[in-house]
């Protein structure tokens, strides 16, 4: 085959390939020296009461302060981290740092219902032994109450090792975490995972709600998880509202909560203690 190409493409493609490894090598020392470091800043961004406007919580998304190439968002080394193997030290900074902050804003709200906070967990996670410990651990040294703390988790999570999972997440619920299916409707989404792993927080993918106005079809598999949710008990969040539109549909439909740039989009804690 490289025959046939012919020398001088043969040698162009190898180094091709040489300068990815380099990029790659060269994202993975950065990623090690971010966490010693502490590059890794956690935004906020509020989830809404969609009836009365009243913040219920906050999604914690994490970025990163990358001192050449300024402000990453997760796409850009999340994958990688995962890959390399670094990203469960980077969820755990970025747990502790989202549960502190909360306990510290809930210490001013003795007289309100207390702030939850979501997390995102990468799929690693849920096979790995010591994540309930772990939990327990920052929810100890932070002061912050279990049912404050929410975990994002995405249907592929689910699939790898599924009785594992199962273990890890009855041990959560056991301690008062809350669950949320993350981008539910994108996945491999099964109904029976809805009622096996007992999940409190469907998030409804932003796709579906940023064109529900615009195709039917849409608006139909939004109005039935609505409907999925409440029938099982479970408070639907509708991620991604852009418009007063989008929002209005979803107060139609019940729809008890949502999150989107139309309220805020994710900000350091300094900002969004401005907004409430
Ligand atoms: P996600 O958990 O589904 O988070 C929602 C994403 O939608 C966030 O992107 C958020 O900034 C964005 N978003 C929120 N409202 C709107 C809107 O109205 N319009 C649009 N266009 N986008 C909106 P972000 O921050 O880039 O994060 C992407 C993904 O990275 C997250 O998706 C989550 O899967 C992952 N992620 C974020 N933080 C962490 C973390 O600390 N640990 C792990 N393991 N994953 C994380
Ligand atoms: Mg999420
Ligand atoms: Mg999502
Ligand atoms: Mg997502």
Redesign the pocket.
């Known amino acids: 085959r490289a025959k046939t190409l012919g020398r001088g493409r043969y040698e162009v493609f190898n180094e091709t390939m040489r300068e990815q490894v380099r990029f790659i090598q060269k994202l993975e020392s950065d990623l090690r020296r971010a966490l010693e470091r502490k590059e890794f800043q956690v ?1 906020y ?1 509020p989830i809404v009461n969609l009836q009365t406007s009243a913040i219920h919580g906050f ?4 970025r990163w302060n990358h001192p050449q190439r300024g402000l990453l ?3 850009h080394f ?1 994958p990688i981290a995962e890959e390399i193997g670094l ?1 469960t030290q ?2 755990w900074q ?1 747990i502790q740092e989202a549960c502190q902050q909360v306990y510290r804003w809930n210490e001013n709200r003795k007289n309100r219902p207390p702030f939850v906070i979501s ?4 799929a690693k996670h849920f096979t790995e032994d010591n994540l309930v410990e772990q939990v327990t651990k920052i929810l100890n040294e932070t002061g912050l109450e279990s049912p404050c703390l929410k975990i ?1 988790m ?1 249907e592929t999570a689910l699939l790898e090792e599924p009785e594992k999972v199962a273990v890890t997440i009855s041990q959560l619920k056991s301690i008062g975490i809350g669950l949320s299916l ?2 539910f409707g994108t996945g491999y989404s099964s109904l029976s995972y809805l009622h096996r792993f007992s999940v409190d927080n469907l ?1 409804l993918d ?1 796709s579906f709600i940023q064109t529900m106005n615009s195709e039917p079809q849409s608006f139909e598999i939004v109005r039935t998880m609505i409907v999925l949710a409440h029938a099982l008990n479970i408070n639907a969040i509708a ?4 418009t007063a539109e989008q929002l209005n549909t979803l107060q139609h439909l019940d729809c008890p909560l949502g ?4 309220f805020s ?2 900000l350091p804690a300094e900002n969004i203690q401005q907004i409430f």
């Open positions: 935004y961004q999604e914690a998304l994490v968002t997760p796409g999340i990203i980077l969820d970025v997390v995102n967990l990468s994002e995405t993350d981008d998030k932003m991620e991604g509202i852009e999150q989107g740039y139309y989009k994710p």
